[in-house]
Structure formats: structure tokens, C-alpha cells
């Protein structure tokens, strides 16, 4: 999508830019403006193609992609229908997985194979991996065969992996060339790749040894060895490597390109800092996700797509709920005598859960960062333990007070203020233990822990507190 | 940090190596070793400065900050004691805030000068901003006069803005300059940035019109107008601007480097996606982080400082679970006569609490990321009271027929049923409802989302169950 350079950005010149208008009051910065989108949903609706067209000029494809995501399928329908010939490939790579089948079936063939024609073919390979096989093998069709072929080759590489998200283009000159050959060789070459950052130095072997960046090239005389300006910090990538990895690499050492080589280390391709923050993006997405019990949830997806995401994890928690309610069942006598332990009950389970739940939140993401090792877990548990003590302990003394004024009974305030202290530190113990253990065994401790912890607490909970109780009072 | 290239990366050659052996099998990718940290520490515990450095020699500084953040203070003290004239800055601007100060004051005044004035200004600025005055000072005056007045400037800006983020150091010419004009001014200057990745055009008044990237550049002909090259979607960032708004841009539009203009839309600086990078995982950690109701906690906070922040939100979960309490107090009569009702009524306020938070996590990602609109808000909520209405069903049949047959007695099912679709419903109405109206209340709803949609899942599920139970019970 080509535009204007000159305004975008700015945004002072005519109405028309609002859209892109940095500092928009009414929704935050960047985002779709609602007098847009009904602007546009009117053009749709009086089927007016040619004021559809000129709304949609100034948008970028990413916001004409998250502009089809928000509004429904019958408007989305009949919106790409008198787009049509616009649609082109860069908003079918920015929309979500969710509507991007659908958007698929409503373009013409032609439109499809012109807008996939465009796409550099990392694009494609990242649009068409989770396509279903027909689809997949229309959208191959209309590729030109040298894409396609780099298309199918990506292809072999496992999902999610290094392979699969570089591009093959590079620039890669013998490490024993000068600043002078390799700029002259660049200016000759008539495919440089889209963007590049470094010039890659490689072995007789096609085997990468350093990388230098374009602007040093710019600052240093001809004659000077290409060796002599590489950058420190030089890494390279397994092209089977898991994207997860790369993008914690990326993040780690400040990467902005690197190369991918495959087993015998030769140069297959090249990564990039932005292809790495969309991964990082998505990594953590996924994690929020999963910490919630929400697999792989989207706005856009269908009603009974949620509900087969959200329900299994619904199911394991009334598992453990039941559970729970076990442990209070072995204690009906006690409460049937005393109703009061009905009611104070879940304070005790529910601070031990959410105490449980920071702790264990800690854990998971110091875990992802590897900040948590072998070499400070004893010390990071104990540390938990000692807070989860110190917070037990100054809760206790309030709900102690609570139970004693509430129900004029001091017992019952013993009774609670011991069970919370154990609670909390028991809390600390398995938020941290729980996704430690997972990750041993090699379960993403994001998806499973919480489920664990807040067994654990409202297990323990039920059972000092109504333990006790049945102890202390009867 | 200067090292031989050609090594790093491959870690074949030599057991020193393989610290960074991509595939390292026992604790993944990229990780300090638990082998490697043990003789580290070892060296420290010998006194042996000269094994130490040996084996720092290959860590990169990131590698070395989390080496420090994961051992004790106590060792921490004795290695950077050890380590001495070979810390250096980069190392300084790794460290996690949480030790940052406390190893500050281990260091010796020359040597934390001399890292200091290793640092890039915008390095300095990001490590000098958090620290107290007295600090603040020393380092300042550590640095050279151009240095300082370069970050005293920065420091003007607004916390967390642009103008912090951005570094000063620009590469701009003349709009109407030709390619080869453009590569003859940059290789005689002499002080070019250490990275950057495009030329920016500037009017005579300074503003910022287009960029060009460096591989562009060496693929045109001198004579080449840079107007000509230019990259499509350039957009220009207000200094002003929100370091969040930033890094949403650069991840939204797929920016590799965007110029920074001050109110008058002059160019003062330029911000790099490295930045954006790493700015987009410090607001995910945050959201994460604030989700699970820690405040901005890391492993390496003191015990009192983990106090701090997590005790405020376990005493609004305190009060939350007390008017949780308060609705079952309204119902001891009921519970003395039907003790099966205290052991159920945990499982409808649980199941309602882990179907809320599954719908508030989808919605405060979706606010985060813009998805989540005035175009779509309404459709969005139908949605998910609908997704509640079918899990709600599914679950109460479950848990109906389970009350029949635990406790024997099919009102008791039908009443738990009942309730069990009344919350599910209400869970998804809050779980969205809430976020969004604390979103244009501008309240972070990462921060305070959870508690309110626990507090409003907790007393309908005890209020319905248990309302229903006397109505139908009694």
C-alpha cells in the first residue's frame, strides 16, 4: 500500500487524517477512530465502492485488518465483496487466524492470487501453515514457481521454528573482503532483500562468522577489512530451533538480525528483530492466556470455539471444586453445630488462593525469563515461604479480631488466625514448588499451575480451618 | 564487551564454550548452566580473581546481570568485590532495579565511573532515572559535559515518554539530496550512530517528511532522489508520547525506526524497535503481573519490599471475601437446617470466579491491544453471556445430577443447577462489563479488574444458591 509519506503521521492537513491522528482523545493513541469505522459501515451500506475505497485509503493494512475483526460477519461479508480489487496481501497477513479463512472464501480467485502474489514469502509461509490442505494448495497454485518452491521448502522446516520464521533472502560476502568490494557488490546486486541490517561474513563454507552493519559499512574508508568492523555479541541460529527460543534470544542480547544456519552450520537464511517482537508478542499472549485457563481464546472466534477453549479447563476446576467440597463434607458434623464456620470458611480459602496465585504468577514468568534456575530455586522457596508467614501472620491478627467481635467467641478468632497462617505459607510453598516441578516435567507451568495451586489452598484451607475448629470447639 | 566473534555461537570448540551452547539440554536454551554458576562461585569463595574473569570472560554483560540477580547478596558482594575493574556499563544497564543500588554501592568510584562513561546516553538515562538524588548526582558527575547535558535534557521529559526513550544521535539530511549525497555525508562524518537503519529527510525547518533505509540506499544509483526511495507508513512520534503508545506503533505497524519530534514537529531524536522491544515486554510483565494482583514484583525484591506489594492486594481480597461472607451469614437458618449447602456453595461461587476471569483476561488483552472498541463492545458482551448461558447449562446438569446423587434429593440438584447458570451468566456479563467501563474510567483494568469481577461472582453465587435453597428448601 503505497501513500503520501509526506502527511501520515502528522496528520494537520484535512479531515480525512484524523484516523491516524497520534494523540485521538476518544480511544487512545492509534487506534480506529468509531467515526470511522460507521463512516465506512455507511459506505458499505449504500454500496457506495468509490467513498468505501477513499475511506479506507489512509489505513494501514493492519488497521483495515483489525477494523474487519470488529465488526460482523454479515458486514465483513459485504464489505470485502465491494473492497474486492483493493483486498490486497498485506492485510490478508495482519488478519487474525480466526476470520482469515473466511476472508479467504469471500475474495474472487483472481483477487486472491493477486494479493498472495505480493506477499514476500515469509508472509506466505506464516499465512498459509495453518490454512486447511485445499485452501493451502490454491494459494501455492497462484504463487510463481520459485516462490512457491521457497514457500514448500519453509514448509519442511518444523511449526514454531526458526526455519519457518527467517527470511531466505541475505547478503552474505567472503569474510575476507573489504568495505569497498562488499558495497560494490550490494550496489550490483539487483535482489538486496526488502530490509536488511548487517552484511553477513561467511567461511569458503557458506558458514557464518560474524556480521558487520550498514552503517558502520557507511563510516569506514574502502579499504578496510570487512573483519575489522564486525560487531561483538555475534550469534547464529539453529533453523530448528523453537521461535520461543529465538525471540528470548532477540530480547536477551539485543539482537537486530540473525543468521539461521542449518545442522551442518551453513547459512540458510536470516532473522530479524521485528519478526522476533511478533513472536515475543505472541508468546506472552499466550501465557496470559493460559494462566487464565483460556487456551488460545480471540475476540473473533465463534461462540462454540470458545466454549471448547474455556470448557475443559471449567471441567478440571469443577473436578477440583468437588474435591474441595469433600474435604468440607468430612466436617458437616462441626458445622451443623457451629454455623459460623460456613460462613467465615471461604475468607480462609480465598486469601490462601489469591496469595498462591502472586506467588505462583512470579514463579511462571521468572521461569520464562530463566530467572529461575537451579542455582537461587531453595532460596527463592524459602523466601516465598517467609512472605507468605509474614502475610498469614498479620491477617490472622485482623481476622482473628474479626471472628472474635463478629461472633463474640475467641476461640473461632484462635481458630481462623491459625488456619490463615497456615494457609498463606502453604500458599507461598505450592506457588512457587508447583510450576517449578511442571517445568521439570516438562509441562508449561502457565498452563497447568493454577488449577494445581488453588487445590492445594482451598484443600488446605477447608481442612486447618474446619480441622481445627472441630478440635478447638467441640 | 570486545570477544572473538567467530567462536560465539557455535561453542564447538571448547569446553569454556558451552555457557553458550544454544541447545544446552539441562535448563534450555541460552541459559546460564547451574555447572557454570557453581564454578563461578566457586572462584568467588577461593579468591581467585583470575579464574573469575577466565570464566566471566565469555558471558555476555544480560548473561552476567542475571548471574547476579540469581545469587545471593552475600556472594553478590564478594564477586563484584572480586570482579572489580572488569565491570563494565553494560552490565550496570542489565541489572534488574530491584539490586541495581545495592551493587552501585559496591562498586569503587573509579570504577563506576569508568562504566558509566562506557554507557550510551540513552542507556544512562534509562539507568539514572530511578535512582535517588545522591546517586543521581555522583553519576552525573562522572560523565563528560556533553554526556551530561545530553541526559540532564532527557531527564526533561515526562517518565515513561518518547523523549526518554529516544536516543539523540539522528542521521538526517536534506529532503532534495540525491543518494550519492547522502552516502558522501555520512562517510566523511566522523561521530554516526552506533546503530541505525535509516536516513531521515528533513525539511529547512527540521521536520522529519520521510526515511529511507540504508539497503535502499546501496541498491540505488547515485543520481537517485532520496524522495524516490523513501518506505511507505512512516510515521513521525511526539516526544510527549506514552512509551506504551510507542511500542504498541512499532509492533502495530511494523516500524524498524520511527523519528521523535518535539511540539513544533521538529526532529530530536529517533526511537529503534530494540527499544520498542523491550518496552512491549516490560508492559506485558506488568499486565501479567498486575492480572495476578502483584504490584511490579520481581524475585530479587527484598522480603519487606514483596510485602509491600502484594499485602494491599490481599486486604481488598480480604474485604471482598468478608461481603462474601456477609451474604452466607444472611443464610445461617437455612445452612443449620441444610449443612449439604455449605459443602456445595463453594463450587458455584468457584466455577463462576474461573469463568469471570477467563472472560476478563480475553477482555483486558483485547482493550491492551485495541481490538476491543466502541464498534464492537456491545457484540462482544452478547457473546460472552451467551458462551456463560452454554457452559452455565452444561455445568449445571453436571452438577445437578451430582447433587441428586450425592445428597440424595433432587430439589437440592435443581437448585445448585440453577444457581450454577445464574453466575456462569453473570461471570461473563462482569468478566467483559467490568474492564471496559474501568478502561473509560481510565483505571488500568489489568490492575483492578479481578478483584471487582471475584467480589461480584462470589456474593451472586452465594446469594442465588443459597436464596433459591430457602425458597425451594424450606
Chains 1, 2 share one sequence.
Do not use: C
Not at 476470520?99 to 506477499?119: F, K, N, Q, T, Y
Not at 562488499?182 to 532483500?193: G, K, N, S, T, V
Not at 461462540?303 to 477453549?309: F, R, Y
Request: cysteine-free; glycine content about 6%; aromatic content about 6%.
Amino acid at each position: 500500500m503505497e501513500r503520501n509519506d509526506a502527511d501520515i503521521g502528522h496528520g494537520q492537513e484535512g479531515s480525512d487524517q484524523d484516523v491516524l491522528e497520534p494523540l485521538d482523545e476518544e480511544e487512545g493513541a492509534y487506534a480506529l477512530t468509531r467515526k470511522t469505522v460507521a463512516a465506512i459501515l455507511f459506505a458499505v451500506d449504500t454500496d457506495d465502492r468509490e467513498q468505501l475505497v477513499e475511506l479506507m485509503e489512509p489505513l494501514h493494512a493492519a488497521d483495515i485488518a483489525d477494523l474487519l475483526e470488529q465488526i460482523n460477519a454479515f458486514d465483513r461479508r459485504r464489505l470485502v465483496r465491494l473492497y474486492d480489487k483493493e483486498f490486497d496481501g498485506e492485510i490478508l497477513s495482519e488478519l487474525d487466524e480466526s476470520i482469515r479463512e473466511e476472508v479467504i472464501m469471500l475474495l474472487s480467485p483472481d483477487v486472491l492470487s493477486d494479493a498472495v502474489r505480493e506477499m514476500d514469502s515469509d508472509d506466505v509461509v506464516d499465512f498459509v501453515e495453518y490454512l486447511e490442505e485445499p485452501q493451502q494448495e490454491a494459494i501455492l497454485d497462484a504463487l510463481e514457481d520459485s516462490d512457491r518452491v521457497a514457500v514448500q521448502q519453509a514448509l519442511t522446516y518444523p511449526e514454531e521454528s526458526a526455519g519457518r520464521l527467517m527470511q531466505r533472502e541475505v547478503v552474505a560476502v567472503p569474510d575476507m573482503w573489504t568495505v569497498g568490494q562488499a558495497i560494490d557488490f550490494m550496489r550490483q546486486r539487483e535482489d538486496l532483500p526488502e530490509q536488511f541490517y548487517h552484511v553477513i561474513l561467511v567461511d569458503p563454507r557458506m558458514k557464518p562468522i560474524a556480521h558487520a552493519t550498514l552503517g558502520k559499512l557507511m563510516a569506514s574508508p574502502r579499504e578496510t577489512l570487512l573483519a575489522d568492523i564486525t560487531e561483538p555479541g555475534f550469534r547464529t541460529i539453529p533453523a530448528s530451533q523453537d521461535e520461543g527460543d529465538v525471540a528470548y534470544a532477540f530480547n536477551q542480547y539485543h539482537l537486530i538480525s540473525a543468521p539461521v544456519v542449518d545442522e551442518n552450520d551453513r547459512l540458510v537464511g536470516v532473522i530479524t528483530i521485528d519478526d522476533a517482537m511478533i513472536v515475543l508478542d505472541e508468546e506472552h499472549e499466550e501465557d496470559i492466556l493460559r494462566l487464565a485457563g483460556v487456551g488460545e481464546g480471540s475476540l473473533n472466534d465463534r461462540v462454540t470455539e470458545t466454549l471448547k477453549q474455556r470448557m475443559p479447563w471449567l471441567a478440571v476446576n469443577l473436578g477440583t471444586a468437588i474435591i474441595a467440597s469433600l474435604v468440607i463434607s468430612l466436617f458437616e458434623g462441626t458445622i451443623s453445630q457451629f454455623v459460623a464456620l460456613a460462613v467465615l470458611m471461604p475468607i480462609v480459602a480465598s486469601m490462601g488462593g489469591n496469595a498462591g496465585t502472586q506467588s505462583l504468577t512470579v514463579a511462571v514468568r521468572a521461569i520464562a525469563t530463566k530467572d529461575l534456575t537451579g542455582s537461587n530455586v531453595w532460596r527463592v522457596i524459602r523466601r516465598e515461604a517467609l512472605v507468605g508467614l509474614a502475610n498469614g501472620t498479620a491477617f490472622a491478627v485482623v481476622m482473628g479480631v474479626i471472628g472474635l467481635v463478629w461472633f463474640g467467641d475467641g476461640r473461632l478468632g484462635l481458630v481462623i488466625a491459625a488456619a490463615m497462617i497456615i494457609n498463606m505459607v502453604i500458599a507461598g510453598l505450592a506457588g512457587t514448588m508447583i510450576p517449578v516441578v511442571l517445568e521439570k516435567l516438562k509441562v508449561d507451568p502457565a498452563l497447568a499451575s493454577g488449577t494445581f495451586v488453588t487445590t492445594v489452598t482451598d484443600v488446605v484451607g477447608f481442612f486447618a480451618f474446619l480441622g481445627l475448629a472441630a478440635l478447638v470447639l467441640l
